[in-house]
Nanobody, 119 residues
């Protein structure tokens, strides 16, 4: 069973930065996409950024700059560097790791971590 552990959330002031990380363990097959989502109170999860196994990135149009997604395949870890944070970036952020096994993709989620941007 794949375990996903997140770190790096918390409270930050407007204009500040946070670096989120997410590490998958017990992975015995291929990790494909790694993604970050955000969820606002009372809303569903919204995709923020995706990085493929080969390192191609895609962002939601509202966060492309100044957020940066990256990954370290040797460590099974994905990062989200969040710069110049604004109050509207406040949300719970979730990591999603996609593992491919026998031509089927499986999603494994982190527990989510609150990011709060104070003015």
């Amino acid at each position: 069973q794949v375990h996903v552990a997140e770190s790096g959330g918390g409270l930050v002031q407007v204009g500040g930065s946070l670096r989120r990380s997410c590490t998958a363990s017990e992975v015995t097959s291929t990790m494909s996409d790694m993604r970050w989502y955000r969820q606002d109170p009372g809303e569903g999860r919204v995709l923020v950024a995706t990085i493929t196994e080969g390192g191609l990135t895609k962002y939601d149009a509202t966060v492309e700059d100044p957020f940066t997604i990256s990954r370290d395949n040797a460590k099974n870890t994905v990062y989200l560097q969040m710069n110049n944070l604004k109050p509207e970036d406040t949300a719970i952020y979730y990591c999603d790791v996609v593992v491919s096994r026998l031509n089927t993709d499986y999603d494994y989620w982190g527990r989510g971590t609150q990011v709060t941007v104070s003015s």
